[in-house]
Structures are given as structure tokens and as C-alpha cells.
């Protein structure tokens, strides 16, 4: 499985932003696809996630109510839309997809459990 993340740039805070993770190759093994981040200084963290079967989704209370995670099956595609951004969402976002054998929802912020990365896209929010 290939991922390539697309659509960082800088914004203003209060701006917002969509992300895009395209992924190609064998995707059928992928069950859940989930965004992350890592900050300047900062540890990965987790994002957003979403179920390629099904509607749920999952967040971080950093960002809740303000990204939606979404996906386009047919195009095999994710997004993260990202409004009302901050400074502190100043981040390289990184896609990722872990299959079957990690499906339940308490793997979604367990870095290890994902098998494959996309190379990131530098969002930076300016104060």
C-alpha cells in the first residue's frame, strides 16, 4: 500500500484547510485509515480516524468539532477538512492504514498497530 498526503500549506489561524491522503496498491487489506500529526518539538499524535467499511469516525479532543475526517471509497481517498485552525495546529500530518487484525477502535492512537505511512504534508497556521 502506497499513501500520498497532499494539501499543507500555510493559513492564518481561523483559516482553514483540506488534507488529502490518496492511497494506492493493495488496499483491500486496509480497514482503518487515520490522520496524524507531529508538531515542532512535539511527539506524534494521534488524529482522526476513519473506518474504509461504514461511517464511524473517530477524534482527538484537541480537534474535535473543528476537522472532519471523510473518505471517497470509489477513489480510494481521505480527507481531512481542518477549520478554525491555530497556531498550535502547526504540524507535519501524516496519513496512515492498519488492517483487519488491529481493527478495534482502541488501536486508533497506537502508532505501532499502522502498517503503512504516507510521507506527510506541513501544515502551518500563522498567529
Known amino acids: 500500500v502506497q499513501l500520498q498526503a497532499s494539501g499543507g500549506g500555510l493559513v492564518q489561524a481561523g483559516g482553514s484547510l483540506r488534507l488529502s491522503c490518496a492511497a494506492s496498491g493493495q488496499t483491500s487489506g486496509s480497514y482503518t485509515m487515520g490522520w496524524f500529526r507531529q508538531g515542532p518539538g512535539k511527539e506524534r499524535e494521534f488524529v482522526a480516524a476513519?473506518?474504509?467499511?461504514?461511517?464511524?469516525?473517530y477524534y482527538a479532543d484537541s480537534v474535535k468539532g473543528r476537522f472532519t475526517i471523510s473518505k471517497d471509497n470509489a477513489k480510494n481517498m481521505v480527507y481531512l477538512q481542518m477549520n478554525s485552525l491555530k497556531p498550535e495546529d502547526t504540524a507535519v500530518y501524516y496519513c496512515?492504514?492498519?488492517?483487519?487484525?488491529?481493527?478495534?477502535?482502541?488501536?486508533?492512537?497506537?502508532?505501532?498497530?499502522?502498517?503503512?505511512w504516507g510521507q506527510g504534508t506541513l501544515v502551518t497556521v500563522s498567529s
Open positions: 476513519i473506518r474504509w467499511g461504514g461511517t464511524s469516525t
Open positions: 496512515a492504514t492498519r488492517g483487519l487484525r488491529y481493527y478495534s477502535e482502541s488501536y486508533n492512537r497506537d502508532q505501532s498497530r499502522y502498517d503503512y
